[in-house]
């Protein structure tokens, strides 16, 4: 889930996209902006 996260909401196995994209863990400036994200994912999934 984390990994999928950090590459704009998209499973790196499979391809396929199970949230809304974040953004990209390599375009983050900020440890604050990573836990921004993560928490979107899992505020969306549950």
Same mark, same amino acid.
Request: net charge negative.
């Given at each position: =889930?984390?990994? @999928? =996260?950090?590459?704009? @909401?998209?499973?790196?196995? #499979?391809?396929? !996209? ?8 390599? *375009? =983050? *400036? #900020?440890? *604050? ?9 899992? !505020? *969306?999934i549950?």
């Amino acid at each position: =889930m984390f990994l @999928g =996260m950090m590459n704009n @909401g998209v499973d790196l196995t #499979s391809n396929k !996209r199970f949230t809304k994209g974040y953004g990209y863990f390599t *375009e =983050m *400036e #900020s440890y *604050e902006e990573l836990l921004k994200a993560w928490d979107k994912t899992i !505020r *969306e999934i549950t």
